[in-house]
């Protein structure tokens, strides 16, 4: 009993171990930030200026960002500030997702980062993608997530239609409170004349089309040789 006794104490101890690992890695992969504040300034050509603000709760040296490929989204520059201290991103693409990295940061707690960029959207029903950190935000004490705060302002006619999004009675400002940062926005506005959405501007899906054709391809073959096969076997169990 003494050996079964022992084995089942060290491997209560193993848990204990491996969950704080877990707990430990799941910190260390946190980006260090729980007060997020993004302003959109919609114009009445359709092209939105975003504004993000992460107040940072510890020092950061290098981090990852990613932006989601939205079709008929033309995206701007995209600037980095820490304290007025400009930051290179280093830019690249793996469809859908454009990844930015910046490293020799050196920003200390209670700084600011601030990324801005301009979106053209075309209008209509459209998207607007925000660039969002690799890594989950830190949770405000007390919440199951961080305090997210975005606000869409309409130089003309415009609605912000997701995610749930309340309305400032008098002013053209729509606001929502979040527990993490959406990849993308949604609002309705006039359609611009002078941007158009075609096929180039809309680009792919990951190649999510021909993973598509794939696999239709391959159930078009695969469902009849295998209700040939099995129509054989059951004629010849009959047999």
Same mark, same amino acid.
């Given at each position: 009993?003494r050996?079964? +006794?022992?084995?089942?104490?060290?491997?209560?101890?193993?848990a204990?171990?491996?969950?704080?690992? /877990?707990?430990?890695?799941?910190?260390?992969?946190?980006f260090?930030?729980?007060?997020v504040?993004?302003?959109?300034?919609?114009?009445?050509?359709?092209?939105? /200026?975003?504004r993000?603000?992460?107040?940072?709760?510890?020092?950061?040296?290098?981090?990852?960002?990613?932006?989601?490929?939205?079709?008929?989204?033309?995206?701007?520059?995209?600037t980095?500030?820490?304290?007025?201290?400009?930051i290179?991103?280093?830019?690249?693409?793996?469809?859908?997702?454009?990844?930015?990295?910046a490293?020799?940061?050196?920003?200390?707690?209670?700084?600011?980062?601030?990324i801005?960029y301009?979106?053209?959207?075309g +209008?209509?029903?459209?998207?607007v993608?925000?660039?969002?950190?690799?890594?989950?935000?830190? /949770?405000?004490?007390?919440?199951?997530?961080?305090?997210?705060?975005?606000?869409?302002t309409?130089?003309?006619?415009?609605?912000?239609?997701?995610?749930r999004?309340?309305?400032?009675?008098?002013?053209?400002?729509? /606001?929502?409170?979040?527990?993490?940062?959406?990849?993308?926005?949604?609002?309705?506005?006039?359609?611009a004349?002078?941007?158009?959405?075609?096929?180039?501007?809309?680009?792919?899906?990951?190649?999510?089309?021909?993973?598509?054709?794939?696999?239709?391809?391959?159930?078009?073959i695969?469902?009849?040789?295998y209700?040939?096969?099995?129509?054989?076997r059951?004629?010849?169990?009959?047999?």
């Amino acid at each position: 009993m003494r050996p079964r +006794g022992g084995c089942a104490l060290a491997s209560a101890a193993l848990a204990v171990v491996l969950a704080g690992a /877990r707990t430990a890695a799941a910190q260390a992969a946190s980006f260090p930030a729980r007060e997020v504040r993004v302003e959109v300034t919609i114009g009445a050509d359709a092209r939105a /200026r975003v504004r993000e603000a992460y107040v940072l709760t510890g020092a950061v040296d290098a981090a990852t960002f990613e932006l989601l490929d939205v079709p008929c989204a033309r995206l701007g520059p995209v600037t980095s500030v820490v304290d007025n201290r400009a930051i290179a991103f280093d830019a690249s693409r793996r469809a859908p997702w454009t990844t930015f990295r910046a490293a020799g940061i050196g920003a200390a707690a209670g700084a600011v980062w601030r990324i801005e960029y301009l979106v053209e959207t075309g +209008g209509g029903d459209a998207a607007v993608p925000l660039v969002l950190p690799a890594a989950t935000l830190e /949770r405000v004490a007390g919440t199951r997530g961080a305090a997210v705060t975005i606000a869409v302002t309409f130089a003309g006619d415009g609605d912000a239609t997701l995610p749930r999004f309340d309305h400032d009675a008098g002013s053209r400002t729509w /606001r929502a409170r979040l527990l993490a940062l959406p990849s993308l926005i949604r609002v309705r506005v006039p359609r611009a004349a002078s941007v158009a959405c075609d096929a180039a501007t809309a680009g792919t899906s990951g190649g999510l089309e021909w993973r598509f054709w794939i696999f239709v391809a391959t159930m078009a073959i695969w469902v009849p040789v295998y209700l040939w096969w099995f129509g054989r076997r059951r004629a010849g169990e009959d047999d």
